[in-house]
Nanobody
Framework: QVQLVESGGGLVQPGDSLRLSCTAS????????MGWFRQAPGKERDFVAV?????TYADSVKGRFTISRDNGKNTVFLQMNSLKPEDTAVYYC?????????????????WGQGTQVTVSS
């Protein structure tokens, strides 16, 4: 079983930046498409970004967020710039076995516990 652990969340002001990290256990990382999702209180868990051979972003974060991965360290990153209050959410990383970069939450087999990002003035 793959275990994912996120880190890097925190409280920032609008316009600030944060870098989230997610590290996976085991040696299966390179076989996973890795995605980031986020969920605000009372809202559904929404797609943010995914990386496999290519990269896809949600329209709401395109141009502000950058996803990357280091397979040697079993880690995926989400660099978040120009943060807005509407970016406030718990951010989750997720792994999709043999995935091609799905945007649908139900297609991911592995999930981290999440890290809180709060953007407030």
């Amino acid at each position: 079983q793959v275990q994912l652990v996120e880190s890097g969340g925190g409280l920032v002001q609008p316009g600030d930046s944060l870098r989230l990290s997610c590290t996976a256990s085991g040696r299966t990382f390179s076989s996973l498409a890795m995605g980031w999702f986020r969920q605000a209180p009372g809202k559904e868990r929404d797609f943010v970004a995914v990386i496999n051979g290519g990269i896809t972003y949600a329209d709401s974060v395109k141009g502000r967020f950058t996803i990357s991965r280091d397979n040697g360290k079993n880690t995926v990153f989400l660099q978040m710039n120009s943060l807005k209050p509407e970016d406030t959410a718990v951010y989750y990383c997720a792994g999709d076995i043999g995935g091609w970069g799905a945007k649908t939450r139900t297609e991911y087999e592995y999930w981290g516990q999440g890290t809180q990002v709060t953007v407030s003035s």
